[in-house]
C-alpha cells in the first residue's frame, strides 16, 4: 500500500511560481509511474502531466505547454511539478498519483493511488 502526501501548494499571483511536492511511503518508490491532476470548484478532475518510472518518459496535457515541468527524485522517493507563469485558471486542488502500470496515460482509473492533494489559488 502506497501513501502519497503532496504539498507545496498555497496562494500566488498570476505569473508567479510554485513547486508542487509528493511524497511516497510504504512502496517501492520506483515501481510506479507518477501523474499530476487536478480539480477546480464545480469541474471535473483533469490530468496535468505524468513521469514514467525511471522519469525518462514525460507526457503533460494539452494546457501545460512547457509551464509545469514534472520531475522525480527516486532516492527521495518525491514526485515535484514545478508550476511557472501561473494563471488564475490553473487555480484548483492539485492531486499526485501513483500507477503500477509501465506508462499510464491520462484517465483516472489508470492510477491506483492518491494523495489528499494541496490548493493552489492564484490571483489576477
Known amino acids: 500500500q502506497v501513501q502519497l502526501v503532496e504539498s507545496g501548494g498555497g496562494s500566488v499571483q498570476a505569473g508567479g511560481s510554485l513547486r508542487l511536492s509528493c511524497k511516497a511511503s510504504?512502496?517501492?518508490?520506483?515501481?510506479?509511474?507518477m501523474g499530476w491532476f487536478r480539480q477546480a470548484p464545480g469541474k471535473e478532475r483533469e490530468f496535468v502531466a505524468m513521469?514514467?518510472?525511471?522519469?525518462?518518459?514525460?507526457r503533460y496535457a494539452d494546457f501545460v505547454k512547457g509551464r509545469f515541468p514534472i520531475l522525480r527524485d527516486n532516492a527521495k522517493n518525491t514526485v515535484y511539478l514545478q508550476m511557472n507563469v501561473l494563471k488564475p485558471e490553473d487555480t484548483a486542488l492539485y492531486y499526485c498519483?501513483?500507477?503500477?502500470?509501465?506508462?499510464?496515460?491520462?484517465?483516472?482509473?489508470?492510477?491506483?493511488?492518491w494523495g489528499q492533494g494541496t490548493q493552489v489559488t492564484v490571483s489576477s
Open positions: 498519483a501513483a500507477s503500477i502500470r509501465e506508462l499510464p496515460g491520462d484517465l483516472g482509473h489508470e492510477y491506483d493511488y
Open positions: 510504504g512502496g517501492t518508490f520506483n515501481s510506479y509511474a
Open positions: 513521469i514514467g518510472r525511471s522519469g525518462a518518459v514525460k
